[in-house]
């Protein structure tokens, strides 16, 4: 099956999960991200047809919010948080290693697919600052040595799959 068709298709069924009822675009989203790792163009555009909602509206949504991406992203994300209490425990130079480490700037994801990297404001963790969230595993007191731990464990178990 091809990567197109298998896209419409997969995004179809989403859709029909949730009965294709119009005020579920952002659940409908969610689970299309969940799905792809981000929003492809196609499925925007099933969505828009299936739920009966102009595309420049799916587009809107999918813009609005940060969470979405309508990028290819990596296997994992990598989030450093850039907020106030993590920036004075050093974060930049957190973010500085990790840039060396993965060779990417935040909004890049590296050329294997295996790591996207952003900056995000306080995810709420302050007291563990510098705090890096890797998919949905928080790592708190990140050193420049725990990054090529953290970075080193995913990139042995990405060969491994
Ligand atoms: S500033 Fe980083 S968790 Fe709050």
Request: charged content about 25%.
């Amino acid at each position: 099956m091809s990567k197109v068709s298998d896209t419409k298709l997969k995004t179809k069924q989403i859709v029909k999960k949730h009965r294709g009822d119009k005020s579920a675009l952002i659940a409908v989203l969610q689970d299309i991200q969940e799905a792809f790792n981000y929003l492809p163009k196609d499925a925007l555009t099933v969505t828009g047809k299936a739920l009966g909602i102009p595309i420049s509206r799916v587009y809107e949504v999918a813009t609005f919010y940060n969470a979405f991406s309508l990028k290819p992203r990596g296997e994992h994300i990598v989030k450093i948080c850039m907020g106030t209490a993590c920036h004075v425990r050093g974060a930049s130079a957190i973010q500085d290693k990790m840039e060396r480490t993965l060779c990417i700037k935040p909004g890049e994801t590296t050329a294997d697919k295996k790591f996207s990297l952003e900056t995000v404001n306080c995810v709420g963790a302050c007291a563990l600052g510098p705090v890096v969230v890797i998919d949905t595993e928080y790592h708190g007191q990140v050193t420049m040595a725990k990054v090529d731990k953290i970075i080193g464990k995913l990139k042995e178990g990405a060969q491994q799959s």
